[in-house]
Protein backbone atom coordinates (compact mmCIF):
# COMPACT_ATOMS: atom_id res chain seq x y z
CA UNK A 1 0.00 0.00 0.00
CA UNK A 2 1.29 3.44 -0.95
CA UNK A 3 0.95 6.20 2.19
CA UNK A 4 0.79 9.46 1.48
CA UNK A 5 2.55 11.33 3.66
CA UNK A 6 2.37 14.98 2.38
CA UNK A 7 0.74 17.45 -0.17
CA UNK A 8 4.30 16.43 -2.42
CA UNK A 9 3.32 13.14 -2.21
CA UNK A 10 -0.37 13.50 -3.36
CA UNK A 11 0.65 16.33 -5.92
CA UNK A 12 3.19 13.39 -7.67
CA UNK A 13 0.48 10.60 -7.60
CA UNK A 14 -1.70 13.15 -9.37
CA UNK A 15 1.41 14.33 -12.19
CA UNK A 16 1.85 10.46 -12.55
CA UNK A 17 -2.07 9.67 -13.21
CA UNK A 18 -2.19 12.42 -15.48
CA UNK A 19 0.85 11.10 -17.33
CA UNK A 20 -0.80 7.61 -17.39
CA UNK A 21 -3.65 8.89 -18.80
CA UNK A 22 -1.60 10.97 -21.42
CA UNK A 23 -0.14 7.81 -22.14
CA UNK A 24 -3.10 6.02 -22.87
CA UNK A 25 -4.45 8.52 -25.26
CA UNK A 26 -1.43 8.72 -27.17
CA UNK A 27 -1.79 4.94 -27.87
CA UNK A 28 -5.11 5.13 -28.81
CA UNK A 29 -4.46 8.08 -31.37
CA UNK A 30 -2.00 5.88 -33.39
CA UNK A 31 -4.06 4.11 -34.84
CA UNK A 32 -6.70 6.65 -35.34
CA UNK A 33 -7.20 9.44 -38.33
CA UNK A 34 -8.54 12.60 -38.34
CA UNK A 35 -9.99 12.18 -41.85
CA UNK A 36 -13.63 12.60 -42.32
CA UNK A 37 -14.73 9.40 -42.96
CA UNK A 38 -16.66 8.39 -46.58
CA UNK A 39 -20.51 7.89 -46.01
CA UNK A 40 -22.54 4.81 -46.82
CA UNK A 41 -23.23 5.21 -50.40
CA UNK A 42 -19.32 6.18 -51.17
CA UNK A 43 -18.41 2.90 -48.99
CA UNK A 44 -20.58 0.92 -51.25
CA UNK A 45 -19.82 2.34 -54.22
CA UNK A 46 -16.25 1.74 -53.81
CA UNK A 47 -16.95 -1.85 -53.44
CA UNK A 48 -18.77 -1.67 -56.65
CA UNK A 49 -15.46 -0.48 -58.46
CA UNK A 50 -13.65 -3.34 -56.80
CA UNK A 51 -15.73 -5.49 -57.77
CA UNK A 52 -15.75 -4.25 -61.31
CA UNK A 53 -11.71 -4.57 -61.17
CA UNK A 54 -12.00 -7.96 -60.48
CA UNK A 55 -13.57 -8.54 -63.64
CA UNK A 56 -17.34 -9.23 -62.24
CA UNK A 57 -20.54 -6.91 -62.49
CA UNK A 58 -21.85 -5.21 -59.66
CA UNK A 59 -25.19 -5.43 -61.29
CA UNK A 60 -25.95 -9.07 -61.62
CA UNK A 61 -28.18 -10.44 -59.33
CA UNK A 62 -25.43 -12.43 -56.63
CA UNK A 63 -23.73 -8.84 -56.65
CA UNK A 64 -26.69 -6.90 -55.87
CA UNK A 65 -26.71 -6.63 -52.27
CA UNK A 66 -23.13 -7.24 -51.94
CA UNK A 67 -21.99 -3.78 -51.69
CA UNK A 68 -23.94 -3.31 -48.99
CA UNK A 69 -22.99 -6.60 -47.20
CA UNK A 70 -19.54 -5.58 -47.40
CA UNK A 71 -19.71 -2.25 -45.89
CA UNK A 72 -21.77 -3.97 -43.24
CA UNK A 73 -18.89 -6.21 -42.46
CA UNK A 74 -16.23 -3.44 -42.18
CA UNK A 75 -18.08 -1.99 -39.57
CA UNK A 76 -17.32 -4.93 -37.22
CA UNK A 77 -13.67 -5.56 -38.84
CA UNK A 78 -12.77 -2.19 -37.68
CA UNK A 79 -14.97 -1.57 -34.90
CA UNK A 80 -11.49 -0.83 -32.86
CA UNK A 81 -11.46 2.79 -34.25
CA UNK A 82 -14.13 3.82 -32.29
CA UNK A 83 -13.65 2.00 -29.01
CA UNK A 84 -11.40 3.74 -26.03
CA UNK A 85 -8.67 1.52 -24.16
CA UNK A 86 -8.78 4.46 -21.37
CA UNK A 87 -12.49 3.72 -20.51
CA UNK A 88 -12.70 0.22 -21.28
CA UNK A 89 -9.90 -0.27 -18.44
CA UNK A 90 -11.20 2.93 -16.17
CA UNK A 91 -12.84 0.93 -13.64
CA UNK A 92 -10.70 -0.96 -11.60
CA UNK A 93 -10.79 -3.07 -8.39
CA UNK A 94 -8.80 -2.34 -5.20
CA UNK A 95 -9.72 -4.95 -2.85
CA UNK A 96 -7.78 -8.14 -3.41
CA UNK A 97 -7.62 -10.05 -0.33
CA UNK A 98 -3.57 -8.98 -0.79
CA UNK A 99 -3.48 -11.08 -3.98
CA UNK A 100 0.19 -9.96 -5.03
CA UNK A 101 0.88 -12.47 -8.02
CA UNK A 102 0.47 -12.19 -11.69
CA UNK A 103 -3.39 -12.39 -13.42
CA UNK A 104 -2.93 -13.90 -16.70
CA UNK A 105 -5.39 -14.73 -19.57
CA UNK A 106 -4.36 -17.20 -21.76
CA UNK A 107 -5.88 -18.19 -25.31
CA UNK A 108 -8.10 -15.56 -26.11
CA UNK A 109 -9.12 -15.61 -29.33
CA UNK A 110 -7.89 -12.57 -31.86
CA UNK A 111 -8.89 -11.64 -35.26
CA UNK A 112 -6.93 -8.78 -37.21
CA UNK A 113 -6.73 -7.68 -40.47
CA UNK A 114 -2.87 -6.84 -42.01
CA UNK A 115 -3.09 -3.33 -43.43
CA UNK A 116 -0.76 -3.94 -46.01
CA UNK A 117 -3.27 -6.31 -47.36
CA UNK A 118 -5.92 -5.87 -45.61
CA UNK A 119 -6.37 -9.81 -45.31
CA UNK A 120 -7.05 -11.10 -42.22
CA UNK A 121 -4.32 -12.85 -39.71
CA UNK A 122 -6.15 -14.61 -36.84
CA UNK A 123 -4.70 -16.59 -33.62
CA UNK A 124 -4.87 -16.52 -29.79
CA UNK A 125 -3.30 -13.79 -28.01
CA UNK A 126 -1.30 -14.41 -23.72
CA UNK A 127 -1.89 -11.48 -21.45
CA UNK A 128 -0.28 -11.39 -18.23
CA UNK A 129 0.39 -8.38 -15.97
CA UNK A 130 1.97 -7.74 -12.34
CA UNK A 131 -0.73 -5.52 -10.49
CA UNK A 132 0.29 -2.68 -8.20
CA UNK A 133 -2.72 -2.36 -5.57
CA UNK A 134 -5.57 -2.46 -8.24
CA UNK A 135 -7.13 -5.21 -11.26
CA UNK A 136 -9.42 -5.04 -13.74
CA UNK A 137 -11.98 -7.43 -14.45
CA UNK A 138 -10.86 -10.16 -16.97
CA UNK A 139 -13.68 -9.29 -19.62
CA UNK A 140 -12.15 -5.68 -19.61
CA UNK A 141 -8.73 -7.71 -20.89
CA UNK A 142 -10.47 -9.82 -23.61
CA UNK A 143 -11.96 -6.37 -24.91
CA UNK A 144 -8.30 -4.17 -25.30
CA UNK A 145 -7.19 -7.24 -27.62
CA UNK A 146 -10.12 -6.51 -29.85
CA UNK A 147 -9.75 -2.67 -29.09
CA UNK A 148 -6.78 -3.37 -30.82
CA UNK A 149 -7.12 -6.20 -33.30
CA UNK A 150 -10.38 -4.53 -34.75
CA UNK A 151 -8.24 -2.05 -37.06
CA UNK A 152 -5.65 -2.42 -40.15
CA UNK A 153 -2.47 -3.93 -37.99
CA UNK A 154 0.66 -5.46 -38.31
CA UNK A 155 1.03 -8.31 -35.47
CA UNK A 156 4.48 -6.41 -33.88
CA UNK A 157 2.50 -3.06 -33.81
CA UNK A 158 -0.54 -4.75 -31.47
CA UNK A 159 1.85 -6.61 -29.41
CA UNK A 160 3.40 -3.49 -28.50
CA UNK A 161 -0.03 -1.37 -27.91
CA UNK A 162 -1.91 -3.83 -26.24
CA UNK A 163 1.12 -4.22 -23.49
CA UNK A 164 1.72 -0.51 -23.52
CA UNK A 165 -2.61 -0.28 -22.86
CA UNK A 166 -2.53 -2.31 -19.63
CA UNK A 167 0.91 -0.72 -18.55
CA UNK A 168 -0.84 3.11 -18.51
CA UNK A 169 -4.30 1.66 -17.80
CA UNK A 170 -3.74 -0.07 -14.70
CA UNK A 171 -0.17 1.48 -13.41
CA UNK A 172 0.92 -2.10 -13.53
CA UNK A 173 4.36 -3.32 -12.26
CA UNK A 174 4.82 -4.74 -15.58
CA UNK A 175 3.04 -6.78 -18.39
CA UNK A 176 3.96 -9.66 -20.74
CA UNK A 177 1.88 -10.08 -24.30
CA UNK A 178 2.39 -13.12 -26.53
CA UNK A 179 0.26 -13.25 -29.98
CA UNK A 180 0.51 -16.54 -32.09
CA UNK A 181 -1.03 -16.12 -35.49
CA UNK A 182 -1.79 -17.31 -38.64
CA UNK A 183 -1.27 -14.59 -41.81
CA UNK A 184 -3.21 -15.40 -44.87
CA UNK A 185 -1.48 -12.86 -47.02
CA UNK A 186 1.00 -15.38 -46.81
CA UNK A 187 -0.59 -18.41 -46.71
CA UNK A 188 -3.20 -17.00 -49.85
CA UNK A 189 -0.95 -15.24 -51.92
CA UNK A 190 2.70 -14.50 -52.27
CA UNK A 191 5.05 -17.68 -51.66
CA UNK A 192 1.39 -19.36 -50.17
CA UNK A 193 2.69 -20.73 -47.19
CA UNK A 194 -0.23 -22.35 -45.08
CA UNK A 195 -0.39 -23.07 -41.28
CA UNK A 196 2.63 -20.66 -40.69
CA UNK A 197 2.49 -19.33 -37.53
CA UNK A 198 4.25 -15.66 -36.59
CA UNK A 199 4.91 -15.37 -32.85
CA UNK A 200 5.70 -11.95 -31.25
CA UNK A 201 6.21 -10.79 -28.00
CA UNK A 202 5.88 -7.73 -25.52
CA UNK A 203 7.49 -7.35 -22.04
CA UNK A 204 8.10 -5.16 -19.38
CA UNK A 205 8.86 -3.98 -16.37
CA UNK A 206 9.02 -7.23 -13.85
CA UNK A 207 8.81 -9.44 -17.03
CA UNK A 208 11.60 -7.59 -18.60
CA UNK A 209 14.01 -7.92 -15.82
CA UNK A 210 13.46 -10.71 -13.70
CA UNK A 211 13.90 -13.75 -16.18
CA UNK A 212 11.78 -15.78 -13.69
CA UNK A 213 8.45 -14.18 -14.13
CA UNK A 214 9.48 -14.03 -18.34
CA UNK A 215 10.04 -17.32 -18.20
CA UNK A 216 7.14 -18.59 -15.91
CA UNK A 217 4.88 -16.95 -18.51
CA UNK A 218 6.33 -18.45 -21.18
CA UNK A 219 6.12 -21.99 -19.83
CA UNK A 220 1.78 -20.52 -18.72
CA UNK A 221 1.45 -19.75 -22.39
CA UNK A 222 2.47 -23.54 -23.47
CA UNK A 223 5.54 -21.77 -25.15
CA UNK A 224 9.03 -23.31 -23.30
Not at 78 to 88: D, L, P, Q, V
Not at 92 to 121: K, Q
Not at 178 to 200: L, N, Y
Request: aromatic letters at 6%.
Amino acid sequence: MTILKDKTDIDALDIETQKKTAELKAIDLKNTSNLPRPNQQEAEEAVRTLIRWAGDDPAREGLLETPKRVVKAYKEFFKGYTENAEEILSRTFNDVGGYDDMVMLRGIEMHSHCEHHMVPFIGKVHIAYMPNEKVVGLSKLARIVDTFARRLQTQETMTAQIASAIDAGLNTKGSAVMIEAVHQCMSMRGVQKSDVATITTRFTGIFKDDRDYRDRFMRLAGNE
